[in-house]
């Protein structure tokens, strides 16, 4: 099965990396067009696969002791000689070890994406590191989830909820900060969204990534808004 997956995976990279061929040498337009537009491709690219597996690791893993308890197989499990930290490691595997090897196989295909639209190898390779890291994370979500409620229907609300949170709900409190104290400081959303990080690989070096990190007050906005190139950049 292992085979084929990667096999279809290699089928697939394979017309995209022949139209990469013939793009990148058929003319300088493709490659100034590509460069232009970098960040929104790969920031399109990383936000896709971030979103894919995060929702893929929560949805693989709350359900892993909840399903164990109602179907009355948990006593089972934990009277054999397996410890604990077994139990959990080999649930936690069963929900890390296939979609390790879902991203890894697309990584060619990002690779490949990569070399088309000219974007970073290093920041791609630095973005499927950090989703693995990701992943780890909300896997870990998940079986907490799983075996503090031992409902599946709860953990899996309380699981998306808490994702919810962390990615929607940043950015709704650091709204409402930034409206209260009239300048732009993202706080929580640095310390506790995971897209923040992802953010900021994507716009690491970029002109950009400067005025995500300066704090700007809405009086600062207003002496400058005569200035043509400030407001292009608003």
């Not at 950015?171 to 409206?179: A, N, V």
Request: with cysteine.
């Amino acid at each position: 099965g292992i085979l084929k997956f990667f096999s279809l995976l290699v089928f697939l990279s394979l017309p995209f990396f022949l139209l990469g061929i013939l793009l990148r040498f058929s003319g300088m337009y493709w490659k100034d067009y590509c460069k232009e537009y970098t960040i929104i491709w790969l920031l399109i690219i990383s936000l896709l696969q971030f979103i894919y597996f995060a929702y893929k690791s929560i949805s693989c893993s709350f359900s892993l002791f909840s399903v164990e308890w109602e179907r009355r197989t948990l006593d089972s499990i934990v009277s054999t000689l397996l410890t604990p930290d077994d139990i959990i490691l080999g649930k936690f595997m069963v929900a890390f070890f296939p979609l390790f090897l879902e991203i890894t196989g697309y990584l060619p295909l990002m690779i490949t994406l990569g070399f088309l639209f000219y974007l970073s190898l290093f920041k791609i390779m630095l973005i499927y590191l950090m989703t693995l890291i990701f992943m780890v994370f909300f896997i870990i979500l998940g079986l907490y989830c799983s075996l503090s409620t031992l409902i599946t229907q709860k953990a899996n609300s309380k699981a998306l909820l808490t994702s919810g949170l962390m990615i929607i709900g940043t950015l709704i409190l650091d709204g409402i900060i930034c409206s209260l104290l009239g300048m732009m400081v993202p706080v929580t959303t640095m310390l506790l969204n995971p897209l923040a990080s992802i953010l900021a690989v994507v716009f690491a070096g970029s002109e950009y990534f400067r005025f995500m990190l300066i704090s700007v007050s809405y009086t600062h906005l207003r002496a400058h808004e005569t200035s043509l190139h400030l407001v292009c950049r608003l």
